[in-house]
């Protein structure tokens, strides 16, 4: 089936620097891709929609200009979490429908990136 | 979307079936029944899903009833791999796979 990559799968970073996260579809273009986080014991939250070659949509209360989305081709979304603290520890997870603008198919995840700020 | 309710957590005996509910009872005509399973610190897998007809594959089986409003996933045989949180998600027909809400789960422990 298709594949979603993501990298690194995991991270530790100091209180004010910046992450970058990357998510690749790795057999299959997708013209929107999705970022969720998932703190211990919850489950995932959608934070944004990754839209190629135009700006991404935010969910309610997640601050646009703190995870920053970039998605410059078909296969290659980034979330970067800028001026990262503790409280944004946590498992952040991609994924993208495959067909005709992912729609009636199945998701397909990334594996995942555990973020530790310290 | 439709919100969906399951148990919190189940147990199953290794080599046995495993049913995991889904109650879906404000579930609209043009949405389907997702099921997703997500391994301690993996990303959530696809597992199957299916619009009104009991579906089938190397996984699993959907049976979603007649009415629509609620739907059980079937692990034929239970193996110790198959310990994980399953999300049953409702997504309309005409949207991005990509894109769900997840809600709580049930945590199925499968035991020796």
């Known amino acids: 089936g298709a594949v979603v990559s993501q990298h690194p799968s995991w991270v530790i970073c100091k209180s004010g620097t910046s992450v970058k996260i990357e998510c690749r579809s790795l057999?299959?273009?997708?013209?929107?891709m999705f970022w969720y986080r998932q703190f211990p014991k919850q489950s995932l939250m959608l934070m944004a929609t990754s839209n190629e070659g135009s700006k991404a949509t935010y969910e309610q209360g997640v601050e646009k200009d703190k995870f920053l989305i970039n998605h410059a081709s078909l296969t290659l979304s980034t979330l970067t979490v800028t001026s990262a603290h503790p409280e944004d520890s946590s498992f952040y997870i991609c994924?993208?429908?495959?067909?005709?603008?992912?729609?009636?198919?199945?998701?397909?995840f990334g594996q995942g990136t555990r973020l530790t700020v310290v | 979307d439709a919100k969906t309710t399951q148990p919190p957590s189940m147990d199953c005996a290794e080599g046995r079936a495993a049913n995991l509910p889904c109650n879906h009872s404000t579930i609209s005509g043009n949405e389907y029944v997702y099921w997703y399973r997500q391994i301690h610190s993996q990303g959530p897998q696809y597992i199957i899903h299916g619009l009104k007809n009991n579906e089938t594959n190397e996984m699993a089986s959907l049976i979603i009833t007649e009415d629509r409003k609620s739907s059980t996933l079937i692990l034929p045989h239970a193996t110790l791999r198959d310990t994980a949180v399953y999300y049953c998600i409702v997504r309309p027909r005409v949207s991005n796979a990509g894109k769900s809400t997840f809600g709580d789960g049930t945590t199925l422990t499968v035991k020796p």
């Open positions: 994924s993208a429908g495959t067909g005709i603008s992912g729609m009636n198919t199945e998701a397909f």
């Open positions: 057999d299959f273009q997708a013209t929107t």
